[in-house]
Structures are given as structure tokens and as C-alpha cells.
């Protein structure tokens, strides 16, 4: 009996050390939770979710506080993705947070901006460049095509343009059923 | 000018869906029309009625479905499910079996899973083991090969009058019409601790493999080598599962020639050929790399085996193949070849 | 270390297709007459495009630099005729997207007055590689096989070259401009050789091409003997598209595999087309840039099928015009071969430097595709793969538009050869799922290196905000703290006499502005000055 209790005793200290071992050897660093959502969320930083920019966000998706569906600059690959990432159901976007368009980009009217650097000030990534009373213009690479600018211009000189798509990042299209002609006629 | 566009290769297609499955229909024809030589005009009412019930199955639930009818029986993957179930099935058997099996293999095992190309599951195969497991009594309705019946061979009329209202001709029951197969018979005795020599003797296990049988699965054996000739099957599916029943029957045969039947009478006896070129090697359903068939055809050969002999039906290719139609998927996962340029998988 | 076979291999998969180039090397190789318009677009290689040097109405030479390019991959452009500039603008180019890219319009003067390029290099064989290198960038060589590749570049691999192969496998049914070129001028193209031989300092040099053509073997093989080249092998392979693939001829030639996302120069080969030795030839030789190159005109869709020697630039249907104009059974337009090829909208877009083919098809050629049923996993298309891929499974999971997995099935080793839609018994359009795949994973990774830049700028953005926030704060807490202080010390007498001074300063204030109106205090000239505005 004694040496039964005692056999198990030892193996069971012995095994504890050895997985409290490896649990420091082979200790994993992690990416914490919010990290890995922040990552997979567009960066636009527009606030539609409800949240003041994707990490609050992400830090509300990784507390239960906010759903996965309220990001319609990821649309719908972007709730696949934190869908999978946190091994839930995907859902349709919550149409209360708007609809996912295309990728846009601010372009400011020059001859209509009056330099008040509102836009300036509302731009989550500063993409916008310019100073007080001197004609501001948007940095089209940095812009995330957020819609934020658009509102505090008091002379409505802020336009959202959908990217131009260049050769370069020209996509093929998803094939249909059958073959279609995949480009109208160029000229 | 202006022109259309696609995208590439333009060249004119070298295959078509519907011109693979009408050359597996004729590498059919030399089994079929031996099985008609020795098992007479059931097997031709089998078949007419397996491929009408089966073609009028796809187009119906096509059309609840809602999807266009004609191009999906146009690839005659349909029609080819029901010939190969035809083949399998009784010549005697009452005419609703193979309607109920056509019907059930297209019904549910292909078009409740999406369709053709989306079935887990061989069609024909499942139409037949729900046949043999709900109704067999029905499926051991085989008359005895022509040249080896005592008395009667069945002509159109009483054969259709047979299968249709279940009439045996005067001074016949249904037991006087039938026989067992070479396997089925071969299981029996040897239950009954016969040695496999006594068995041999008998005149029903003919050359080497059954009386009528062995041609049978010869003619099949043909169709399909004409098959690979003209690249509709690759060899590896085929050549294992041949390889692995052979090996493993070889093996026991040798370890013990009382109890267990010889290579020989394996290969040729019951489906093998029709099962080795026609049935498992339905795309659809198999492994796909070129490894994973060697895999696939040999877990069929050897599951083959090991039900013929200790299992409860006679004949196994059938269980065998869906057993190894769960398997396909895991596989093909696993068996994926080294791509170019990379070291190892 | 790498050696070529005795005996050249099979390649893997791959298909035997009609070659049909007899009908377009009946006629030998003539020139094509130069247009009145040159279309010359500034993006015609891999990397990114030139930038125009010249200005609308100019006065150019044929050969002179039209367009430079400042990256290390990349090249310039010259003038392919002489006359004037007219245009520099947006103008559609053959790309599948049917998008327009930037181009210069030149207008031909007819006189093709050459600029003197400064090109020419005597004595090749003996010069430093890395001026040789200087002269095919100058020249805007790029590699004439399809791909585009700057020529510069792939002469500098950066390590030690054992074996150089010049690929002149043109495997593509109907492609036969190499085998033009072969045939027509030998000699150009082995002076192109040992000099880029001479530039990689390569030990061995191999030129592979298909076994189905004897003709261009038998043209170059009297032409290594003419000029007593012993070391330069010629090895014909077997006849098998894509033998002509640079990993495939690679592999036929040597049995080694080019590594996954790797280059030959891992392997230590470097791999250059027969049409590119050429033009280092013409350029290093007679100081002439890339302005011309072989294009073979084919197709049941034209009159007279040939091979022309072409100014870049040439309008489509300039060349098609020269070869007797479309017959009627033309019913597809095709740059490039059969199964690699793009379709074209229009004969109006311009030759450029990687046109090796104008197929005009007819419809039995290149008929108009069946609808796609399912996949039915026969596998033929693993079978055919020369990159021993899964094609069903990359269809299955581009389908899907799971991008994660059709990774993990390698689909960058895909090199959309076509072999598998070609065998394909459901007619699935294979290589365009694929090739929606790639792109499509190509701009999810752009996405994800704009989201990162912008979570940067974003962070930056708080940092600074939440510093100014602090400073402010800062600042407040000192000027509370002052004033506490004054208060702590301060009695009611130094309160009393803090006021008193104040109402004195307004008081010597109000008497200030009274004296000299317009004058005061710094702080309120420039409110003034505000509400002036």
C-alpha cells in the first residue's frame, strides 16, 4: 500500500516537474489576442465600427464586447478571416455600421479649399498635408479612404474617388460559369 | 478589327466529360454481352431498366433542383451508373430492384451530395449495397451459367413474365431457376469444411475461376485494358487492386490450400474486373494522385479479400469500394507528390 | 556544380501538340516596312516602366532614348524610326486587363536617319563584363522570350556561372521566330553567345532547341564551325510542350531541378534566349539598340503566314496588312502562342519588345470555349502538369477563393503553362482561376502592407497627439503652480500692490494708444491685422 502510495507519488512529482519544465523551455510567445485581430483588421481607422480606430475595436472583439461584423472596410473577407481567426460563425456585415465599398481615396478640390486644416486634424493616419490658410492636398498613397476628412470641411471640398486600377494591380477576374470576354474593348 | 477575348489555352479542347464516360459505356459492351451469354435476357432487362430509371432519376431531381437538365445528361455519367449497376445486379431479380437501385444511387448518393463530381460516394455502389442489405433474398435471384443448367434456360418471354409478375414457367420454382454463384457456393462449402480441391472439382467452378465467370471477367478485363489504351483510366488503381487481391489470396492460398481459394479463382471470379477497371477507377469517387491509387486499389483488393473470406456477402467489391471511397480524401492528403523544385514533401 | 546530360531527358508531363510552324517558315524572313505611327509603350519588361525623356513635337533619330529607366531593374526605350514625337499619352496595350498604359506616338519621317548610340563595342570578348553589362542595360535589352526580363540583370547573377543555356526550345505550337532567326542569321546569334558567355564568364554553353527542328541545328552547327566554336554544345530536346519553359529546358538539358521561388543561378546556370544573344550581337556590334525583333505572323486568320522582322511599336494590324491582310476565317486575335498567349480586343495595339507571335486565328484553331461542367477529379490534368502540382486541387480551393490553401498546394510553382485546361475534360478555365488566385493573393498582401503602414502612421498620429496633450498639460500645471506660489508667499499687501501695478499698466496703455493711434502692444496689432482680413 505504502509503496504504491509512494510509486505514484514520485512519478506524479516527477511528471509535474518535467511538463512545469517544458512549460518554461518551450514556452510559445504568443501574439497576444488583440494583436492578432488589430492585424487582421484594414487599418482604415474610419471609426464606422463604432470604436475610435481598429484597435479599440480589436480590443472590444477580443472582450465580447463588440461582433465580428462591424468593419465594412474589411467586408466580407475581412469577418472570414477574424471569423476563423476566433473560431466562430461568420455573419453578414451589420448593415447599421454601412456597406463595404471598393477602395477610395480623398482627393481635395484645390481651388476650393480655403486652408483651414480642419480636414488636417480629423485625418487618422496624417495623409493630409498642408498648413492654416495654405492649400491642403491628400497624400494618395498614405490615404486610407476613411470618409473622416469629408464631414469638417466647411466648404464641402473633399471628394472620395474609388482607386483607379493600373496595370499593375490589375486583377483577373473570377471566372463564370462558362468563359466571358474578360475585358471590353480597349479602345 | 475588334475581336473576343478569354483568357488562355485557345487550342481546341482535347476531352470531353461526356466522350469519357460514352468510351467506358463501350468498354462495357464485350462484359456485357458475355454476361448476356451465359445468364441470358435478365441481364439485357437489368440493364435497359437500370439506365432508363436512372437517366428519368437525374433528370427529375435535376429539375426540382432547378438546374439545366440537358447539358447534365448530356456527360452520360447517369447512364453510366445505371449500366454498371445493371451489371452487378441478378439477372432474375423482380424488375423494381434495379429501378429501386438506379433511382436510389442517383437520387441520393449523387444528386443529394450536389451532383456529378461532388458524390463521396460511388453511385452504382451504394444503389447496390442498399439493394443487398434490404432486399437479399432478391439478390441471389442468378440463374445458372448456359451449358451448366439441369433443364431449363428462360427465354424473352418467360424472362419478362419472371421478372414482371414473379410467373415461374410450368412445373418451375423460382429455386429450380437459380444458383449460386461460384463465390457465394465456394463460401458455403467451405463453411461446411469441404476441402477447396473437393470444391474445385465441381463443374460450376469451370476452368479456373467459375464456370461462365472467368470469361466474363476476361471480356471485362479486355474493356478495360482498352480503356487505359486510350488514357480514359490510368494503370495504378486497376493494377493494385489486382495486385494486392491476388497477393493476399496468393498468400493464404499457399499458407493453407484447404481453406482458402486460390489467387486465380479471386481474380476472375464475381466483379473483380468490373470492379478494378470500371468501378473503382470512377474518378469521382477515388483517390486522385498518382500514389494515393496505389493506395486506394490496393486497400480495395485486400478489403476484397478479407470479406469474401470471413466476411457475410458472398461478393465484396462493392463494400470494399465505398469502405475506400471514406478513405480517398485522407489519401490524397497524404500522398501528395513533390512538386518541381521543391526537396521533399 | 552542373552538367549537361549525354543524353537530354524527357521532361515531366507536359503534352505533344501539333506544332504547326511549317506554314509560317515557308517564306524566308524579310523585313516589315515601318508604319506611319509608332506606338511605343514605356512599360514593355518586368520591373517598373521608363520615363518619357522626350517631349511632344521633338525631333527624334531611330535608336535614340525615347524613355529612361532609373531603376536597377528596368529599361529604356529608343525611338524605333526616325520622325516626330506627337503624342505621349495613354494608349491601350496588350495586357488581358484591355487597360491603356503610357506611350509615345511617334510619327515616322520615312527616312529612318539612325542616332549615333555610342553602343558599339569592338572588341566584346575582351572587355570588362561589367561595361558589356552597361551596354545591353543602354541598349533596353530585355529578355526576347516572353518574359521581359531586363538582359542586364540576368548577366550580373552575382555568383560563379557554370553552364550558360540559351533557350531556343520555342515549344509553343505555331511560335517559329526563333527557328526564323536560327535559320537566317547564324552568325548573329553565336557572336551573341560567346559574348554573353564573356560577360558571365560562364565555363559551359549550351544551346537547347527542340528536336523538331533540324534546319535552325544543322544553320547553327555550320555556323560554329565557321568561326572554329568548339565549346559552345548544341542540344536538341524532345519535342514536349513546355520543353521550352527555362526550369523544364533547365531540367531536360542538365536532370536538375531550378529550387521552388528560386532562381537558376542557385543552381549556377543563367538562362538567356536565342533572340536576346541576337540582339546583344546587333547591339554591341553595330551599335544598335533594341528597336526591332522577329515576330512570327501565323494562323489560318491570315493571307500569307510568315516570320517579319519588326520596328517595336508597329501596329498589329500594320503587320498583319503586310502578310496579305486577314483571310475571312479570322476569328480570334491572339499575341503570343496557343496555350500561353493573350487574346486581344483590337489589331490597333502595338508590337513591343516580348511579341513574339500574331496568331489570327480561325475558329477551328482556337474555338470558342465550351461551357465548364464539374470537376470530376480524373486527375489528367496532374498527369500533364509539368510542375507536378494538383491542379484539382488548386482549382478546387481557387473556386473556393481559399487563399490560405491553394498556397499550401503550391500555386506559385504554377507556371500556367495551359497543359492542364487543355486536357481538361470538364472545359474548366483552369489557368484563369489560377491566375484570379495569384492576383488576387498579390493584393491581399498590397492591402496588408497599406494596413500596416497606415496602423504606423496611425500609432504615430496617438503618440503625437498624447504628446501634445502632455506638453499642454505641462504647461497648464506650470502656470498653476506659479500662480499658487504667488499666492502662498504673498501677502494681502503684495496683492494689493500686484492690482495697483496692473491698473497702472492699463492706464499707461489706454494714455499709449491715445497718443499714437494704430501703435500697441504686439498682441493687439495682430488681432487688428486679423479682423482686417
Known amino acids: 500500500m505504502l509503496t504504491a502510495i509512494l510509486a505514484l507519488g514520485t512519478l506524479a512529482a516527477l511528471f509535474g516537474l518535467l511538463l512545469g519544465y517544458s512549460a518554461i523551455r518551450f514556452r510559445v510567445e504568443g501574439d497576444p489576442i488583440v494583436d492578432q485581430i488589430d492585424n487582421l483588421l484594414p487599418q482604415t481607422q474610419c471609426g464606422q465600427c463604432g470604436f475610435p480606430g481598429c484597435r479599440p475595436y480589436a480590443e472590444a472583439i477580443a472582450g465580447g464586447e463588440a461582433d465580428i461584423n462591424q468593419c465594412p472596410p474589411g467586408g466580407d473577407s475581412g469577418i472570414q478571416a ?35 486644416t480642419l480636414c488636417i486634424q480629423a485625418c487618422p493616419v496624417d495623409a493630409i498635408l498642408g498648413a492654416a490658410k495654405q492649400m491642403h492636398t491628400v497624400i494618395a498613397r498614405e490615404c486610407t479612404g476613411c470618409d473622416l476628412c469629408v464631414a469638417p470641411c466647411p466648404v464641402d471640398c473633399i471628394e472620395m474617388v474609388p482607386v483607379e486600377r493600373a496595370l499593375a494591380t490589375w486583377k483577373w477576374p473570377y471566372p463564370q460559369g462558362e468563359h466571358r470576354p474578360i475585358a471590353d474593348t480597349g479602345s | 478589327m475588334d475581336f473576343p477575348t478569354q483568357s488562355s489555352p485557345y487550342l481546341p479542347a482535347s476531352n470531353d466529360v461526356g466522350q469519357l464516360m460514352l468510351r467506358v459505356s463501350l468498354a462495357l459492351v464485350p462484359g456485357a454481352l458475355c454476361l448476356f451469354w451465359f445468364f441470358g435476357w435478365g441481364v439485357v432487362f437489368n440493364l435497359v431498366l437500370s439506365a432508363l430509371s436512372a437517366v428519368l432519376a437525374e433528370a427529375a431531381i435535376l429539375a426540382l433542383r432547378g438546374r439545366p437538365i440537358r447539358p447534365a445528361l448530356g456527360d452520360g455519367s447517369a447512364l453510366l451508373t445505371g449500366l454498371l449497376l445493371a451489371l452487378a445486379l441478378p439477372p432474375l431479380a423482380p424488375w423494381w430492384i434495379p429501378v429501386l437501385g438506379a433511382a436510389f444511387a442517383i437520387v441520393v448518393a449523387k444528386q443529394l451530395f450536389g451532383g456529378l463530381g461532388y458524390n463521396p460516394f460511388n453511385p452504382a455502389m451504394v444503389g447496390f449495397v442498399v439493394l443487398i442489405i434490404s432486399f437479399p433474398l432478391q439478390m441471389t435471384l442468378w440463374p445458372p451459367p448456359t451449358g451448366l443448367h439441369e433443364g431449363h434456360a428462360l427465354d424473352l418471354g418467360e424472362t419478362f413474365r419472371l421478372i414482371f409478375s414473379g410467373a415461374t414457367p410450368d412445373s418451375h420454382t423460382l429455386d429450380s431457376l437459380t444458383m449460386a454463384t461460384p463465390l457465394d457456393s465456394a463460401k458455403t462449402q467451405l463453411g461446411l469444411d469441404y476441402t477447396w480441391s473437393e470444391i474445385r472439382a465441381k463443374p460450376l467452378y469451370g476452368g479456373f475461376a467459375g464456370y461462365g465467370w472467368e470469361w466474363i471477367n476476361l471480356a471485362y478485363l479486355a474493356g478495360g485494358l482498352w480503356l487505359w489504351r486510350k488514357r480514359v483510366i490510368q494503370w495504378q488503381i486497376p493494377v493494385a487492386l489486382l495486385g494486392a487481391l491476388g497477393a493476399t489470396a496468393l498468400l493464404f492460398h499457399i499458407g493453407d490450400s484447404d481453406t482458402f481459394g486460390s489467387p486465380l479463382f479471386h481474380l476472375f471470379s464475381g466483379a473483380t474486373m468490373l470492379g478494378a477497371f470500371f468501378i473503382a477507377t470512377d474518378p469521382v469517387s477515388a483517390a486522385t494522385t498518382p500514389r494515393g491509387r496505389l493506395y486506394y486499389g490496393a486497400g480495395i483488393g485486400v478489403l476484397t479479400y478479407v470479406i469474401r473470406t470471413w466476411g457475410g456477402y458472398p461478393d465484396a467489391i462493392a463494400f470494399s469500394v465505398l469502405l475506400m471511397n471514406m478513405a480517398a480524401p485522407t489519401i490524397d492528403y497524404y500522398t501528395q507528390p513533390r512538386v518541381f523544385g521543391h526537396r521533399d514533401k | ?68 529607366s532609373l531603376n536597377y531593374i528596368g529599361a529604356p526605350v529608343h525611338a524605333p524610326a526616325s520622325g516626330t514625337v506627337c503624342d505621349i499619352g495613354d494608349y491601350p496595350v496588350a495586357h488581358p486587363s484591355g487597360l491603356k498604359a503610357t506611350c509615345v506616338v511617334i510619327q515616322s519621317d520615312g527616312q529612318d536617319r539612325r542616332a549615333e548610340t555610342g553602343l558599339r563595342m569592338p572588341a566584346a570578348l575582351a572587355a570588362d563584363p561589367a561595361d558589356i553589362r552597361q551596354r545591353v542595360r543602354d541598349a533596353g535589352i530585355v529578355g526576347l522570350g516572353g518574359a521581359g526580363f531586363p538582359s542586364a540583370v540576368k548577366l550580373n547573377p552575382g555568383r560563379e556561372v557554370e553552364l550558360l543555356v540559351i533557350n531556343a526550345a520555342e515549344c509553343e505550337p505555331y511560335i517559329s521566330c526563333d527557328e526564323a532567326l536560327m535559320c537566317a542569321r547564324p552568325e548573329e546569334v553565336i557572336a551573341g553567345i560567346r559574348i554573353m558567355q564573356h560577360a558571365l564568364q560562364a565555363r559551359q554553353v549550351v544551346i537547347g532547341l527542340e528536336d523538331n527542328m533540324p534546319a535552325a541545328f544543322d544553320c547553327l552547327k555550320r555556323g560554329l564551325e565557321a568561326v572554329g566554336e568548339t565549346a559552345i554544345r548544341i542540344m536538341p530536346v524532345p519535342t514536349v510542350y513546355p520543353a521550352g519553359g527555362e526550369k523544364q529546358l533547365i531540367y531536360a538539358l542538365t536532370g536538375e531541378e531550378v529550387p521552388s521561388q528560386g532562381l537558376p543561378a542557385d543552381l549556377g546556370i543563367v538562362c538567356h534566349n536565342v533572340g536576346t544573344a541576337a540582339a546583344v550581337a546587333r547591339a554591341l556590334g553595330q551599335g544598335e539598340p533594341l528597336i526591332s525583333r522577329i515576330v512570327t505572323v501565323t494562323g489560318a486568320g491570315v493571307r500569307e503566314p510568315c516570320n517579319l522582322e519588326v520596328r517595336i511599336g508597329t501596329p498589329i494590324a500594320e503587320l498583319v496588312a503586310a502578310c496579305g491582310g486577314y483571310s475571312d476565317q479570322v476569328t480570334r486575335l491572339l499575341m503570343g502562342g496557343p496555350m500561353m498567349g493573350i487574346s486581344l480586343t483590337s489589331d490597333r495595339l502595338p508590337v513591343i519588345k516580348t511579341t513574339n507571335c500574331i496568331l489570327a486565328a480561325s475558329d477551328a484553331e482556337a474555338p470558342a470555349p465550351a461551357a465548364a461542367r464539374p470537376c470530376i477529379r480524373c486527375g489528367k490534368c496532374a498527369e500533364v502538369c509539368p510542375a507536378y502540382l494538383l491542379p484539382q486541387q488548386l482549382f478546387w480551393y481557387a473556386h473556393a477563393r481559399d487563399f490560405d490553401k491553394v498556397q499550401d498546394y503550391n500555386l506559385f510553382d504554377c507556371i500556367e503553362c495551359g497543359c492542364c485546361a487543355q486536357v481538361c475534360p470538364s472545359h474548366i478555365p483552369l489557368v484563369q482561376y489560377y491566375r484570379f488566385a495569384k492576383t488576387e493573393i498579390w493584393d491581399l498582401e498590397r492591402q496588408r502592407a497599406r494596413a500596416d503602414v497606415a496602423r504606423q502612421r496611425h500609432e504615430f498620429r496617438l503618440e503625437r497627439l498624447e504628446r501634445e496633450k502632455q506638453a499642454l498639460e505641462a504647461r497648464r500645471a506650470a502656470a498653476k503652480k506659479g500662480l499658487e506660489t504667488r499666492e502662498k508667499s504673498g501677502d494681502a499687501d503684495a496683492k494689493k500692490a500686484e492690482i495697483a501695478a496692473a491698473l497702472a499698466r492699463v492706464q499707461a496703455r489706454k494714455s499709449g494708444q491715445a497718443a499714437t493711434p494704430g501703435t500697441g502692444a504686439p498682441d493687439d496689432s495682430a488681432n487688428t491685422s486679423k479682423a482686417n482680413r
Open chain 3, 1 to 68: 556544380m552542373v552538367d549537361l546530360l549525354q543524353q537530354p531527358l524527357d521532361i515531366v508531363g507536359g503534352l505533344r501538340l501539333a506544332a504547326n510552324k511549317a506554314q509560317s517558315l515557308r517564306s524566308p524572313l524579310r523585313a516589315a516596312p515601318i508604319p506611319e505611327r509608332l506606338i511605343v509603350p514605356l512599360g514593355q519588361h518586368i520591373g517598373d516602366p521608363a520615363e518619357a525623356s522626350v517631349e511632344v513635337g521633338q525631333q527624334v533619330l531611330t535608336g535614340q532614348v525615347i524613355g529612361r
Open chain 1, 82 to 116: 477574424l471569423a476563423e481567426l476566433l473560431g466562430v460563425d461568420p455573419k453578414p456585415l451589420n448593415a447599421e455600421h454601412g456597406e463595404h465599398t471598393e477602395a477610395r481615396v480623398a482627393v481635395i478640390d484645390e481651388q476650393t479649399c480655403i486652408g483651414c
